[in-house]
């Protein structure tokens, strides 16, 4: 019979079947992969026929656990929050307190085969390692998905107020500009296509106001298209499309401050991260849209029809640029406010609401 405490595969931190790379479905995989490991090796034990295959789930169990321990530990090294690193730490400790005595409860069932109380024994030390691993579910369910606050304390009803007098029915307000417009074809209009698909990733959230700027910051863009293919709109002349680049990249630096509040209250480095290399580029590509802008707007309607193009091209390829990474910023600021503390939250001026879910 194998040594089952001596296994270097007790203590050891292989590669799993399964990744701890999501907050929590892969944290339940993991405890159902060690629930399934032992059940059969209380299953084998109690009958006493197959000493090896007991030991092959005992071991995998063991395995299991290691790599729970493991991916806490990294979970913990890449928060900032003292009070989640604390619980990571804590309930790490007691997943790895509780191997060893699963282990070696084990090895004497499997050693005095039909001894009831040393079965008996074994299931208890299994459950307690199981109960650890549950126990980190809870503490990062816990943490990314915080309770909701308490509701406020009942006011007393005021009296009723006489009604108002009735108003004059006002018409229906028109649709907004915006979704009057079919969708732009981008072989014919790469500009306003991107600026359309900005305009629909900012629509995903009730506004607030990083998704007004990018909104308005879409709708400028737009604006910028009609003008350089020639097209009739709210940019009337060359001036008016150098200050269109001039607010589009003044709306720009309010997103990077916007972002990097976010990013400075997130409590998660990767994600903090993240935001931080997205806004870096704002910056640039702003910058170089004002150049290209009165590059492009010198050589509208000249004589010298290849540069008119070669204009055009770079103002694309820079507006695309500029439209994706507001995009990216978008989706990792709202990502990165689940990781700020919910007492900061109030703070940053930016609530995220998914049309249809419930408020971050």
Same mark, same amino acid.
């Given at each position: 019979?194998?040594?089952l405490?001596?296994?270097?595969?007790?203590?050891?931190?292989p590669?799993?079947?399964?990744?701890?790379?999501?907050p929590?479905?892969d944290?339940i995989?993991?405890e159902?992969?060690?629930?399934?490991?032992?059940?059969?090796a209380?299953?084998?034990?109690?009958a006493?026929?197959?000493?090896?295959?007991a030991?092959?789930h005992?071991a995998?169990?063991?395995?299991t656990?290691?790599?729970?321990?493991a991916v806490?530990?990294?979970? @913990?090294?890449?928060s900032?929050?003292?009070?989640?690193?604390t619980?990571?730490a804590?309930?790490?400790?007691?997943?790895?307190a509780?191997?060893?005595?699963?282990?070696?409860s084990?090895?004497?069932?499997?050693?005095?085969v039909?001894?009831a109380?040393?079965?008996?024994?074994?299931?208890?030390?299994?459950?307690?390692?199981?109960?650890?691993?549950?126990?980190?579910?809870?503490?990062v369910?816990?943490?990314?998905?915080p309770p909701p606050?308490?509701?406020?304390?009942?006011v007393?009803e005021?009296?009723e107020?006489?009604?108002?007098p009735?108003e004059?029915?006002?018409?229906p307000r028109?649709? @907004?500009?915006?979704?009057?417009?079919a969708v732009?074809l981008?072989?014919?209009?790469p500009?306003?296509?991107?600026a359309?698909?900005?305009d629909?990733?900012?629509k995903?959230?009730e506004?607030?106001?990083m998704?007004?700027?990018?909104?308005r910051m879409?709708?400028?863009f737009?604006?910028?298209?009609?003008?350089?293919?020639g097209?009739?709109g709210?940019v009337?002349?060359?001036?008016?499309?150098?200050n269109t680049?001039?607010?589009?990249?003044?709306e720009s630096?309010?997103?990077v401050k916007?972002?990097?509040?976010?990013a400075d209250?997130?409590?998660?480095?990767?994600?903090?991260?993240?935001?931080?290399?997205?806004?870096?580029?704002?910056p640039?590509?702003s910058?170089?849209?004002?150049i290209i802008?009165?590059?492009?707007?010198?050589?509208q309607?000249?004589?010298?029809?290849?540069?008119?193009r070669e204009?055009?091209?770079?103002l694309?390829?820079?507006?695309?640029?500029l439209?994706?990474a507001?995009?990216?910023?978008?989706?990792?600021?709202?990502a990165?406010?689940?990781?700020?503390?919910?007492e900061?939250?109030?703070?940053l001026?930016?609530?995220w609401?998914?049309?249809g879910?419930r408020?971050?």
């Amino acid at each position: 019979m194998v040594d089952l405490i001596d296994d270097p595969l007790v203590h050891d931190t292989p590669s799993s079947p399964f990744s701890l790379s999501s907050p929590l479905s892969d944290y339940i995989h993991a405890e159902s992969m060690l629930r399934e490991e032992l059940e059969a090796a209380k299953t084998i034990t109690r009958a006493g026929t197959d000493p090896q295959t007991a030991f092959k789930h005992i071991a995998t169990a063991a395995r299991t656990a290691n790599r729970v321990v493991a991916v806490v530990q990294g979970e @913990s090294e890449n928060s900032e929050d003292p009070t989640f690193k604390t619980e990571l730490a804590s309930s790490s400790q007691a997943i790895t307190a509780a191997i060893a005595p699963m282990v070696t409860s084990a090895k004497t069932c499997i050693q005095q085969v039909g001894n009831a109380s040393a079965h008996h024994e074994f299931c208890v030390k299994a459950e307690n390692l199981a109960q650890a691993v549950h126990d980190v579910y809870n503490v990062v369910d816990t943490h990314y998905n915080p309770p909701p606050p308490p509701p406020p304390p009942p006011v007393e009803e005021a009296p009723e107020r006489p009604p108002l007098p009735a108003e004059p029915e006002l018409p229906p307000r028109p649709p @907004s500009p915006e979704l009057m417009e079919a969708v732009p074809l981008q072989s014919v209009d790469p500009i306003g296509y991107a600026a359309h698909k900005l305009d629909k990733d900012a629509k995903q959230w009730e506004d607030n106001e990083m998704v007004a700027t990018a909104r308005r910051m879409a709708k400028l863009f737009m604006q910028m298209s009609k003008f350089a293919r020639g097209e009739e709109g709210e940019v009337r002349s060359k001036k008016d499309f150098i200050n269109t680049a001039r607010m589009i990249a003044k709306e720009s630096e309010d997103v990077v401050k916007m972002a990097r509040k976010v990013a400075d209250a997130c409590t998660d480095k990767r994600m903090k991260r993240a935001i931080l290399q997205l806004v870096d580029k704002l910056p640039t590509i702003s910058t170089q849209l004002k150049i290209i802008a009165a590059v492009k707007a010198t050589r509208q309607g000249g004589d010298d029809a290849a540069a008119d193009r070669e204009a055009t091209e770079m103002l694309t390829d820079n507006a695309k640029n500029l439209m994706q990474a507001l995009s990216e910023v978008l989706f990792a600021t709202e990502a990165a406010t689940i990781r700020v503390p919910p007492e900061q939250r109030a703070t940053l001026g930016l609530q995220w609401v998914k049309k249809g879910a419930r408020v971050f």
